[in-house]
């Protein structure tokens, strides 16, 4: 049985949208798969050493809040100080409840099963990080070509 | 009348996490050995299928009792 590979193009950098990518590379790593993730644009967020990811139910009129808030909560309300921290720790507490991963655990799972992690160069340099100082290890830089060498010998290549 | 050699509870845990820890388990057994899974997740009855099929391991037994979902896995190899 030839090894399938995946290859993932991450570009948000929100809690919700952290565990696509981290779900799916982690899931395809045991399932015999060789995994490849491209950070580009906010995605880059998600191999920060410190994760500090939120979800924000302002501009998303399909998150369901507690008590129903999304029908009846202005949204204008939802823009005020403290609304996303809240939010966040609510979904946090929530995912723990139903027994779902943290986003730092999913992504311990890719580094730990071999899913290659590589960090698109120019999106590095366009928000002034620092690479080494700011990455997890294991973090490679690379461009589209880089991405498209990786995506033309996949099986699977998704955009998130 | 234990028909398999190591058991993995994975009761409360979701997507997917059974499979995750389910491949580690698996790796820690050897050829013919049977791995047992305890889930509650009714995602996990497609998933250990897909699983299954695509690791080339056997999927001896998938069985559902009241809140919770059995599998028996044969190692292949």
């Keep these: 049985m030839s090894e399938k590979r995946l290859s993932i193009i991450t ?22 798969f060789q995994p490849y993730i491209f950070f580009t644009f906010y995605g880059l967020q998600l191999i920060k050493k410190n994760l500090d990811l939120r979800v924000s139910p302002l ?25 996303e921290a809240m939010m966040t720790a609510m979904m946090k507490s929530k995912m723990k409840s139903k027994g779902i ?23 590095v340099d366009l928000f002034d990080w620092n ?16 991405y498209l060498e ?11 | 009348m234990s028909n398999f050699d190591q ?13 995750l820890r389910a491949k580690k388990a698996l790796a820690t057994l050897g050829g013919g050995q049977v791995l047992r899974v305890v889930a509650t997740d009714p995602g996990s009855v497609k998933d ?10 056997t999927l001896l037994e998938s069985r559902q009792e009241g809140n919770k ?9």
């Design chain 1, 101 to 123: 991963a943290s986003v730092e655990e999913l992504r311990s799972l890719c580094l730990e099963s071999g899913v290659k992690m590589v960090a698109c160069q120019m999106t």
């Design chain 2, 7 to 19: 058991e993995l509870d994975a009761t409360g845990l979701n997507c997917p996490l059974p499979i």
């Design chain 1, 11 to 32: 570009t948000k950098g929100t809690l919700d949208w952290a565990y696509p990518p981290f779900i799916l590379a982690s899931t395809a790593a045991a399932l015999g």
């Design chain 1, 131 to 146: 690479a080494k100082q700011d990455f997890i290890e294991g973090i490679e830089l690379g461009g589209a070509a880089t």
């Design chain 1, 150 to 160: 990786a995506a033309g010998g996949s099986d699977i290549t998704l955009f998130i």
């Design chain 2, 48 to 57: 250990f299928d897909a699983f299954a099929k695509q690791t080339g391991n």
């Design chain 1, 59 to 83: 501009g998303n009129p399909g998150m369901p809040m507690p008590m129903g808030m999304h029908n009846w909560f202005p949204i204008l309300g939802t823009a005020l100080p403290g609304m």
């Design chain 2, 69 to 77: 979902y059995f599998f028996l896995i044969k190692k292949n190899g």
